[in-house]
């Protein structure tokens, strides 16, 4: 048997959300919907999975697929986190006192 230890062979089904972070610098991922917002800090992207908030420095769009959606980025990641798919929009303060 022969390990390969560079670059194995992975397989990922069709349509399931696979997460990829190497060294907190370099994130790969898959079924990505949509990148709703982004900035060297932060990315909001909605996943197969929900809406995934991914925080850091220097944060960059280095690959994008969207046909496939496939997302690569680069930078200093610091944390992500998932948010609740049917969430109600976050409203400001004038529009929560005006309503």
């Known amino acids: ?6 670059h ?5 089904p069709s349509g399931d959300h696979v ?3 190497r ?15 982004f900035d060297a800090e932060e990315f ?13 420095e220097e944060l960059r769009i280095v690959h994008l697929d969207v046909d496939k959606g496939l997302l690569t980025l680069e930078g200093h990641v610091r944390t992500f986190q998932y948010d609740d798919e049917d969430r109600e ?3 400001n303060f004038l529009h929560k006192l005006f309503g």
């Open 1 to 6: 048997m022969q390990y390969q230890a560079e």
């Open 8 to 12: 194995p062979s992975i397989t990922i």
């Open 19 to 21: 997460i990829s972070l």
């Open 23 to 37: 060294n907190r610098k370099r994130m790969d991922l898959t079924s990505v919907k949509s990148i709703e917002r």
């Open 44 to 56: 909001a992207v909605k996943t197969s999975q929900g809406h995934l908030s991914i925080k850091g």
């Open 89 to 91: 929009p976050t409203r």
